[in-house]
Nanobody
């Protein structure tokens, strides 16, 4: 089982930047995809960004051009660079790890963007 720990959430002003981090540990399949999801105030979970084993990034429409997902040089780390933050980006952000045998989620980290 894969364990995920997120960090980096907090309060940021509109237009500002924030970086989220996720560290995976445990029995990690080398071929995996990782991503960030968020739960909206309406309690819907939506894709923020994901990155495949080959490094292909996919973004939700609402964050394209503002957020950047990347894998760290440290093994099994994932980042989300948030820029030009908007109040509607406020949510709990969850890290996700997927392989042929795993679909794991972190506990989430709160991001609040003040107007």
């Amino acid at each position: 089982q894969v364990r995920l720990v997120e960090s980096g959430g907090g309060l940021v002003q509109a237009g500002g930047s924030l970086r989220l981090s996720c560290r995976a540990s445990g029995s990690i399949e080398r071929l995996n995809s990782m991503g960030w999801y968020r739960r909206t105030p309406g309690n819907q979970r939506e894709l923020v960004a994901s990155i495949s084993a080959g490094g292909t990034a996919t973004y939700g429409d609402s964050v394209k051009g503002r957020f950047t997902i990347s894998r760290g040089n440290v093994k099994n780390t994932l980042y989300l660079e948030m820029s030009s933050a908007k109040p509607e980006d406020s949510a709990v952000y969850y890290c996700n790890f997927r392989s042929y045998r795993d679909n794991s989620w972190g506990q989430g980290t709160q991001v609040t963007v003040s107007s």
